[in-house]
């Protein structure tokens, strides 16, 4: 059975807090609530006041999506390369509307045409022209499928 003391529990207990540290309400920490333990010198009433404000930013900042997190990209739809993945070069976290996936794409090594450049060889204008065509009803899917990421980052 799990122990989980309310709010009022803590504020019975004379000071739930180590030495040297006063309590300042509540906060939850791991799906409990405990006590909001500050040092004694920061309970004047400004200088809680802009402690709590500055908890509730950390609390903001940690609830960034984890799938942003684990992918190590900045933010939605912002691909980024993978080096040391063995098989895909790039991924990104999508976002389309209220939908979210994490999908890696471009092969690896593979020598893609890039962006397009002046004087480039007919080799890799039909490369690029042939992926797109080979592509196309994949693309047109949007920003949820791979082939729309490799046809916008490597080619």
Not at 9 to 20: I, R, V, Y
Not at 21 to 34: A, E, F, H, L, W
Not at 103 to 114: K, L, P, S, V, Y
């Amino acid at each position: 059975m799990e122990n989980i003391l309310s709010f009022d529990s803590f504020n019975e207990k004379k000071n739930p807090c180590w030495k040297g540290y006063k309590q300042i309400g509540t906060k939850r920490k791991n799906n409990k609530v405990v006590p909001n333990c500050v040092p004694d010198e920061d309970t004047s009433d400004s200088k809680s006041e802009s402690y709590i404000s500055s908890f509730d930013e950390f609390e903001l900042n940690e609830k960034k999506d984890t799938r942003l997190i684990k992918a190590g990209v900045e933010g939605y739809n912002k691909p980024k390369r993978t080096p040391n993945h063995p098989t895909k070069s790039h991924i990104v976290v999508a976002k389309e509307d209220d939908v979210i996936k994490t999908i890696r794409f471009g092969e690896q090594g593979a020598e893609t045409a890039g962006k397009p450049k002046e004087g480039e060889s007919e080799r890799m204008k039909n490369k690029r022209k042939s992926f797109k065509a080979r592509h196309a009803k994949n693309i047109k899917k949007g920003k949820l499928s791979a082939a729309y990421w490799a046809n916008k980052v490597k080619w």
